[in-house]
Structures are given as C-alpha cells and as structure tokens.
C-alpha cells in the first residue's frame, strides 16, 4: 500500500495548472488578500474553493452555510455552484474584511445569492436553530477561529438536514494535532474536535489530507 503522496511546490502548481477553473475576479480577489501579509494564510486554497464548489453541485445543495467568510472567496465560489434560488448564509464578525467580500460578491453577480450575518457565529448559529432553521440546510462548511470549532460543529450538525454534508477546515492545523509540545487553545480545540469527529456514531467522516487538513462530514439519514 502506497504511502501518502508528499505535498511539493512543483506538485501544487502542477495540480493548479491541471485541474484549477481560474478567473479574474477569484485572481484579483487572492490577490487583494496576499497584500494582508499578516492576514493571507486565513485565505482557503484555490483549488480547495474549487472543491467545495464541487461538492455544492454534487450533493445538490440549494442552502448552504458558512462560518467564517473572511474575504469571501469561499462564499463566492460556492454561491457561483448554487441553483436558482439558492442561497448561502455566511457568519463573520469583522465588517472591514467582509467589505472587501462584498465588493467582489457584486462584481461576480452572486451577491443575491448570499445572506451575511456580522455578530459572533455561535450567537448566529443558536439564533438560526431558535428561528426554527434546524435541519434546513443542505450543506455547512466551517472555517473560522479554532476555539470554537466543537460548538460550531454541533450547531451546524442540527442545522444540517439528515443527509446532509458539513466540511470543517484547518483538520490538522499546521501539524500542530501530532505534536505533543502543541497545547495552544486553538490546538486542543481541533485535536478534541477530530476525536468527538471519530467516535461520533451521528455521522460518517473522511479526514483529507489536503490543504491545512479537510474533513467531510455526512450526516446519517
């Protein structure tokens, strides 16, 4: 059995010159974002973008939503993968980077496609279950501050329909989840996260070795 395929520079761009559907509003976008230095590694990979687009079409998904929007290049390439009529819910609380989201929502003519809330997420998440929303999405992805990943997780896990599919990002956060002198919050917040992940009997998991650590979640019917 083959071990897992190590990740080079060379190997990235090939995979980005291979299979990446680029344009020059996602371009530009990544672009205004790299000139946050501090800032950019928040952004999602390209080509995972693309794969939660995917995953939006595959799974037919007309009500998604998001926690944690950042610049909006996550929100504006699965709003593109949405149906007609469909719509994505998208949490932040900075109004400065959402900003720059929305400026690119409207020049990628999807900005009637996505609702964004701006207050602490958990707060929005219990709202959405309070205004009746549980089980009404078909899809959550879930890529924000790491501390609050369990609870993210089981608010989404009511709001997503049975059979529905959540994404959780930064699975292996940096690598940080194998090294024993990791004991930052941020850190044994995913590590408790992956394991509640494992043994949870509610729903069937994939953990992807891809970008920071990408783990699929179906919840069982």
Same mark, same amino acid.
């Given at each position: 059995?083959?071990?897992q395929?190590?990740?080079?520079?060379?190997?990235?761009?090939?995979?980005?010159?291979? /299979?990446?559907?680029d344009?020059?509003?996602?371009?530009?976008?990544?672009?205004?974002t790299?000139?946050?230095p501090?800032?950019?590694?928040?952004?999602?990979? $390209?080509?995972?973008?693309?794969?939660?687009?995917?995953? &939006?079409?595959l799974t037919? %998904?007309?009500?998604?939503?998001?926690?944690? +929007?950042?610049? @909006?290049?996550? /929100?504006?390439?699965?709003a593109?993968?949405? $149906?007609?009529?469909?719509?994505l &819910? +998208?949490?932040?609380i /900075?109004?400065? #980077?959402?900003?720059?989201?929305?400026?690119? #929502?409207?020049?990628?003519?999807?900005? =009637?496609?996505?609702?964004?809330?701006?207050?602490? %997420?958990?707060?929005?998440?219990?709202?959405?279950?309070?205004? @009746?929303?549980?089980? /009404?999405f078909?899809?959550?992805f879930?890529?924000? =501050?790491?501390a609050?990943? $369990?609870?993210?997780?089981?608010?989404?896990?009511?709001?997503? !329909?049975? @059979? @529905?599919?959540?994404?959780?990002?930064? +699975?292996?956060?940096?690598?940080?989840?194998?090294?024993?002198?990791?004991? *930052? $919050?941020?850190?044994?917040?995913? !590590?408790?996260?992956?394991?509640?992940?494992? *043994? =949870? *009997?509610? &729903?069937?998991?994939?953990?992807?070795? &891809? %970008? =920071?650590?990408?783990?699929?979640?179906?919840?069982?019917?």
């Open positions: 059995m083959a071990d395929l190590g990740s080079t520079e060379e190997l990235q761009q090939y995979i980005r010159q291979m /299979s990446l559907r344009d020059d509003v996602l371009r530009d976008l990544r672009a205004e790299a000139g946050m501090m800032l950019q590694a928040m952004l999602v990979l $390209p080509e995972e973008a693309q794969l939660l687009a995917l995953l &939006v079409r037919g %998904a007309s009500k998604v939503l998001e926690v944690g +929007t950042f610049t @909006g290049y996550s /929100s504006l390439c699965m593109r993968a949405l $149906p007609p009529g469909g719509t &819910v +998208t949490c932040d /900075s109004e400065r #980077w959402t900003r720059i989201a929305a400026r690119y #929502w409207q020049r990628a003519e999807v900005a =009637d496609r996505i609702d964004l809330r701006l207050a602490d %997420a958990g707060e929005t998440l219990e709202r959405l279950v309070d205004q @009746g929303g549980a089980g /009404s078909d899809m959550a879930i890529d924000a =501050d790491k609050g990943y $369990p609870r993210y997780y089981e608010q989404c896990l009511t709001l997503v !329909r049975p @059979g @529905g599919l959540l994404v959780l990002d930064n +699975t292996l956060f940096f690598g940080k989840v194998v090294d024993p002198a990791a004991q *930052d $919050p941020d850190t044994l917040a995913i !590590r408790e996260l992956n394991t509640r992940l494992r *043994d =949870d *009997d509610r &729903v069937e998991i994939s953990m992807l070795a &891809v %970008a =920071d650590g990408l783990t699929l979640v179906h919840k069982k019917p």
